[in-house]
């Protein structure tokens, strides 16, 4: 779990205890009445079973060896993960949307938690949909988006909701939805899981019918505390959406709470969009550009030459007048460097990333030039052959619909080996509501809310359905998309695929759940069979004939699949899907497919994916470093999916590299976040130090670079920290 805050071992900390059974608020205040200095915060009724307190770290500590709480979980912080797209997902606002009597669907009567920024209620598109809220900040009924702090205004939750259910100049996906507010995240767009946890409790409260969470962190597991709170809201008759982050194109970047077993995680693809592309002279592949959000449109009409401009700075920018600026990104904001490009006479600005893989982002103005993003790959490719000699470049559209977004995060799970996201939807150039106005986002937190919008007109044409039948309704009828050479991506990238919210409305066929996951299995063995149990739901009003495609052969897999049956009237049956695999003779370390269900009327494709021995996923994940709860003491926390073999904190000198030792090592260490407590002795001199913290486990080791600096003031005796960035 993540940390407690380690500023100072005397600094008050807010904290959440997990309990091993339901306490009242009363028995909770007695459990407390021995910890001195510790204040009881919140009691989560539902979300989870326990409270948040805050209080010395030290009291903390000691309350965590009490025998009724299962664990001191520190605060974690979470962020906002940064009209065609209606009409490809079928909630064109104008033309309507209807289920099979015929009733036109607006999501009228179905509520909608939002647990975000806050919501700008007084937003002309937004007036008629607010039903109120809950500020988990603030701690009162007013979740305003923070608009009165700067550069701290937020306005997400505003787009958000906007994309559910618009209701003015812009229609959302579901204009008569009610949106309840939850304002989770403060200023800057930043909150902590406590005040997540509070808002997932509230709204379990407040019985809402459907909840998106358009927010996340980058750790790939699925026991984190939100996540486990979203199983729950599930339990109680909710329907969660969440975000499954933008940290792709890589496997296993999915995070929490996108990891969440029951909710429906959401990927990003792309509405009908005419996409710039830049051909440079001589060369055989075009490099496809990422508009930043704010930009101008790419419409250069000629032959342009590209001018280097290093990271944006005055200084740097001589060369480029009536030029594209090639800029690395770093130290500056995008919109610092390209303001400078624009002053320096530049056409338009790319800017490269500064590490692997391309990115999203947003301009805080509007600027009269074209802007864009390409991969650091790229970027470097353009500016060694910019070391030779001029290079020109020429722009061309091209249109794209039914991509997955680069930046859209991919699964699997680690440790459940799950897929995720479940499903994609449009989540680039997406425009929706923000205070004062209208304007074009993208992320998967974009994605989300289309996917809540179409769970509302889901339950408005079945009242009586279920969470796990309107994520089975999406996730049966989803349109498998493929990439840009036609090749279809994997299960675990775009899940059962992009959704149809008409074709699930109008489903004939459930199919639950709408993945499956068969595990992991061992080459030791020599025979594994697996049973899978999927419950099939004929919601017809006639009788159904059903059949199963047996998957294409593979070496050392057998099928062992009911062929054929038939099913009454709004029958239910669970049927037995079993796979038999000799794992010597599997050649991939994950296997992913597709099950095929014919109904008569539509092929339902079921999703699936197992793994051998220790896939590629990350050994390790999430370190943190600070100041410990004792007074001469450093504590360290990792997020170690798979547990390691072999793990250490090597630490080199910063400037020359020389390895000066080792922090802490271990080996067999189990799965989970590992917590570690070090005393004086234990720690190194006083100074700087590059720490490489690496994990091993079968044949693959992982690593991540960290700066840490101990210093000892003489006066106090104690330890301070500055984790470097």
Not at 77 to 92: C, H, M, P, R, W
Not at 176 to 194: C, F, K, S, V
Not at 502 to 528: C, R, W, Y
Request: hydrophobic residues 35%; charged residues 25%; contains cysteine.
């Amino acid at each position: 779990m993540p940390p407690l805050p380690q500023e100072s071992p005397r600094k008050e900390k807010v904290a959440i205890i997990l309990l091993e059974k339901p306490r009242s608020e009363q028995e909770i205040k007695k459990l407390l009445s021995s910890f001195q200095g510790v204040e009881l915060r919140h009691v989560f009724e539902h979300a989870v079973t326990g409270f948040s307190v805050k209080g010395p770290a030290d009291k903390l500590i000691k309350l965590g060896e009490n025998r009724d709480v299962i664990h001191v979980s520190a605060v974690n912080t979470y962020q906002v993960t940064a009209d065609k797209n209606f009409e490809l997902i079928g909630s064109e606002a104008a033309r309507g949307i209807y289920d099979a009597k015929d009733h036109r669907l607006t999501g009228k009567g179905v509520t909608i938690g939002v647990i975000d920024t806050g919501v700008d209620y007084n937003h002309p598109d937004l007036r008629r949909t607010y039903g109120g809220g809950r500020d988990l900040v603030d701690s009162d009924d007013d979740p305003m988006e923070t608009v009165s702090l700067g550069s701290q205004n937020t306005f997400h939750g505003t787009h958000v909701a906007g994309i559910i259910a618009a209701n003015g100049k812009m229609q959302g996906m579901a204009p008569e939805a009610t949106i309840i507010a939850y304002r989770a995240l403060g200023p800057g767009g930043m909150g902590t899981t406590e005040q997540v946890l509070a808002a997932i409790d509230q709204a379990i409260k407040d019985k809402v019918d459907i909840l998106n969470l358009s927010l996340g962190n980058s750790v790939n597991g699925p026991d984190l505390p939100i996540s486990l709170a979203l199983n729950k809201a599930v339990d109680s008759g909710i329907t969660a959406v969440t975000s499954s982050g933008n940290s792709g194109p890589n496997k296993w970047t999915v995070g929490s709470p996108g990891t969440a077993s029951k909710a429906i995680s959401v990927g990003a693809s792309t509405p009908p969009l005419k996409v710039p592309h830049l051909s440079l002279a001589g060369g055989q592949e075009q490099i496809r550009l990422q508009p930043l959000q704010g930009s101008q449109e790419w419409k250069l009409k000629k032959g342009v030459e590209f001018a280097y401009g290093g990271l944006g700075e005055r200084k740097e920018l001589k060369g480029v007048k009536g030029k594209i600026a090639l800029i690395k990104r770093g130290k500056l904001t995008f919109t610092e460097k390209a303001t400078n490009a624009l002053n320096a006479g530049a056409v338009a600005v790319v800017i490269f990333n500064n590490t692997k893989g391309s990115f999203v982002g947003n301009l805080e103005a509007n600027l009269p030039i074209p802007v864009a993003a390409i991969s650091k790959a790229e970027g470097e490719a353009v500016k060694k052959q910019l070391e030779k000699g001029v290079i020109f470049t020429r722009m061309v559209l091209i249109e794209e619909k039914d991509t997955l977004a680069d930046f859209s995060s991919r699964g699997p799970v680690t440790v459940t080996w799950e897929i995720k996201p479940d499903v994609v939807a449009p989540g680039v150039a997406i425009n929706s509501t923000i205070p004062g106005g209208y304007l074009p986002l993208q992320g998967t937190s974009m994605a989300s809310p289309h996917v809540a919008g179409a769970c509302a007109l889901i339950k408005q044409a079945h009242p009586d359905w279920t969470p796990q039948q309107i994520k089975a309704a999406l996730m049966n009828t989803a349109l498998q998309i493929k990439d840009s050479k036609g090749v279809i991506y994997k299960t675990y990238e775009q899940g059962a695929g992009r959704i149809q919210t008409e074709q699930a409305i109008n489903a004939e066929t459930l199919v639950m759940p709408g993945s499956i996951q068969f595990g992991k299995f061992q080459l030791k063995e020599d025979h594994h069979r697996h049973l899978a149990v999927v419950s099939v739901q004929n919601t017809t009003e006639h009788k159904k004939n059903y059949s199963v495609s047996v998957p294409k052969q593979e070496t050392g897999i057998e099928w062992d699949i009911p062929m054929s049956f038939t099913l009454g009237p709004k029958e239910t049956r669970k049927i037995n899907i079993a796979m038999q695999v000799e794992p010597r003779k599997l050649t991939k370390k994950i296997h992913e497919g597709s099950l095929i269900l014919n109904d008569g009327s539509q092929q339902i494709k079921i999703p699936y994916i197992y793994v051998l021995e220790e896939p590629d996923y990350p050994r390790i994940m999430g370190f943190d470093f600070g100041l410990g709860d004792k007074p001469g003491t450093y504590r360290y926390e990792v997020y170690l999916p798979g547990g390691a073999e072999e793990f250490g904190i090597a630490l080199f000198d910063p400037d020359d590299y020389r390895f000066l030792g080792y922090l802490d090592s271990s080996r067999k260490v189990n799965r989970g976040m590992l917590e570690v407590e070090l005393k004086e002795e234990e720690l190194p001199k006083p100074g700087l130090y590059l720490a490489k913290v690496f994990a091993r486990k079968a044949g693959r080791e992982d690593m991540i670079d960290a700066h840490l600096q101990i210093i000892v003031p003489e006066e106090e005796g104690l330890f301070k920290n500055k984790r470097g960035q």
